[in-house]
């Protein structure tokens, strides 16, 4: 039986802004987002029994259905049954680099990299698209990473509209790792706060759609921009997440005076990432930041901008 092993990047998001609520429950939102090198490491491989199998090397990480990884071979296994009696059940690993409960889509990443690989391993041919598709059903951000690189994201994020792509710029990323933020609770705050300049309307919310598309960010990236991609970066959610954590306030102040082209939370955070023209910058400001927050709990990364989803890294 053959293994594959899978590259599962990150993301960050270049502009998150909210625009309403729906009847799912979810956000209305428009959003660029980037794929990022920073990436876990899947192995995928048939176990000749009727059993998803999971493995992980990070403590904080459930290795039961509660997994985005696992969910996404129970998904597999629901949709494609003659394949699973073909095949049998799955033994998946994930050695996790990408910081946990973060905003960088670590799960959603995971789920994706499952899809790719099943699709590989049972030899069912989907297209991406059709991948993209079953990945709606385990969560907004799986569609993206499944294709990655940069793209528009509509809807709940699940709408995709891929753009240039930007791999020129490096980022360096920081976190507390004995810090989390709820998603739910930064999305059910924000809109206690501000839920009424909400639009409804589709047509309220095709403009600004629209607005983006044409607007001075997306130019910015097609023209590679740099300067201009950091003082654009937006993110609506730091209204509620900045004022609540003030760590994390206070670790954005500290990167955006250490220098780069501009500092933002990532989704609902608690990661901030200053993007830079080089990895020199990005470890210069490294240095500066640690210097000046000497917590052992803040940890940092220096990674770059990446055009990549799920890529496979081996295959035996
Ligand atoms: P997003 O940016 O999509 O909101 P995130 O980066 O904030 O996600 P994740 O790292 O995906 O957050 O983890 C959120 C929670 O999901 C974790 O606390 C963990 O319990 C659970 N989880 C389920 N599957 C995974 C997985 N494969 N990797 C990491 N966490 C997972």
Not at 41 to 51: C, F
Not at 66 to 94: C, H, K, S, W
Not at 108 to 135: F, H, K, M, Y
């Given at each position: 039986?053959?293994?594959?092993?899978?590259?599962?990047?990150?993301?960050?998001?270049?502009?998150?802004?909210?625009?309403?609520?729906?009847?799912?429950?979810?956000?209305?939102?428009?959003?660029?987002?980037q794929s990022i090198e920073?990436?876990?490491?899947?192995?995928?491989?048939?176990?000749?029994?009727?059993?998803?199998?999971?493995?992980?090397?990070?403590?904080?990480?459930?290795?039961?259905?509660?997994?985005?990884?696992?969910?996404?071979?129970?998904?597999?296994?629901?949709?494609?049954?003659?394949?699973?009696?073909?095949?049998?059940?799955?033994?998946?690993?994930?050695?996790?680099?990408?910081?946990?409960?973060?905003?960088?889509?670590?799960?959603?990443?995971?789920?994706?990299?499952?899809?790719?690989?099943?699709?590989?391993?049972?030899?069912?041919?989907?297209?991406?698209?059709?991948?993209?598709?079953?990945?709606?059903?385990?969560?907004?951000?799986?569609?993206?990473?499944?294709?990655?690189g940069t793209?528009?994201?509509?809807?709940?994020?699940?709408?995709?509209?891929?753009?240039?792509d930007l791999d020129n710029l490096?980022?360096?990323?920081?976190?507390?790792?004995?810090?989390?933020?709820?998603?739910?609770?930064?999305?059910?705050?924000?809109?206690?706060?501000?839920?009424?300049?909400?639009?409804?309307?589709?047509?309220?919310?095709?403009?600004?759609?629209?607005?983006?598309?044409?607007?001075?960010?997306?130019?910015?990236?097609?023209?590679k921009?740099?300067?201009?991609?950091?003082?654009?970066?937006?993110?609506?959610?730091?209204?509620?997440?900045?004022?609540?954590?003030?760590?994390?306030?206070?670790?954005?102040?500290?990167?955006?005076?250490?220098?780069?082209?501009?500092?933002?939370?990532?989704?609902?955070?608690?990661?901030?990432?200053?993007?830079?023209?080089?990895?020199?910058?990005?470890?210069?400001?490294?240095?500066?930041?640690?210097?000046?927050?000497?917590?052992?709990?803040?940890?940092?990364?220096?990674?770059k901008l990446s055009s990549n989803?799920?890529?496979?890294?081996?295959?035996?």
């Amino acid at each position: 039986m053959r293994t594959y092993q899978l590259i599962a990047p990150a993301k960050i998001n270049l502009y998150l802004e909210i625009i309403g609520d729906r009847l799912d429950g979810y956000h209305e939102l428009v959003m660029i987002l980037q794929s990022i090198e920073l990436s876990d490491r899947l192995e995928i491989r048939s176990n000749g029994t009727q059993d998803i199998n999971l493995h992980c090397n990070h403590p904080l990480v459930p290795v039961d259905q509660t997994n985005i990884a696992y969910r996404a071979a129970q998904l597999m296994l629901e949709q494609f049954p003659q394949a699973f009696a073909n095949y049998g059940g799955v033994d998946i690993t994930i050695n996790k680099q990408i910081p946990v409960a973060a905003g960088l889509a670590g799960g959603s990443t995971d789920g994706a990299a499952v899809l790719v690989g099943l699709n590989l391993l049972w030899e069912l041919g989907l297209t991406i698209p059709q991948l993209q598709r079953l990945g709606e059903k385990l969560g907004s951000d799986v569609p993206f990473c499944v294709s990655g690189g940069t793209a528009i994201a509509t809807g709940r994020g699940e709408k995709l509209d891929p753009i240039q792509d930007l791999d020129n710029l490096w980022l360096v990323l920081a976190k507390y790792n004995n810090l989390s933020v709820s998603t739910p609770w930064a999305y059910k705050t924000y809109k206690q706060q501000f839920g009424e300049s909400y639009i409804n309307d589709t047509t309220g919310i095709q403009s600004r759609t629209s607005q983006l598309h044409s607007g001075p960010f997306v130019q910015a990236i097609s023209h590679k921009e740099g300067q201009k991609i950091g003082n654009l970066l937006h993110n609506d959610l730091e209204k509620v997440v900045l004022p609540e954590y003030p760590q994390v306030a206070q670790l954005k102040e500290i990167l955006q005076q250490a220098g780069g082209l501009g500092t933002m939370m990532s989704g609902s955070g608690p990661t901030v990432f200053t993007l830079c023209q080089s990895q020199t910058e990005a470890e210069t400001i490294k240095k500066i930041a640690r210097k000046k927050i000497e917590d052992p709990n803040l940890e940092f990364w220096v990674t770059k901008l990446s055009s990549n989803g799920i890529s496979i890294m081996d295959e035996q």
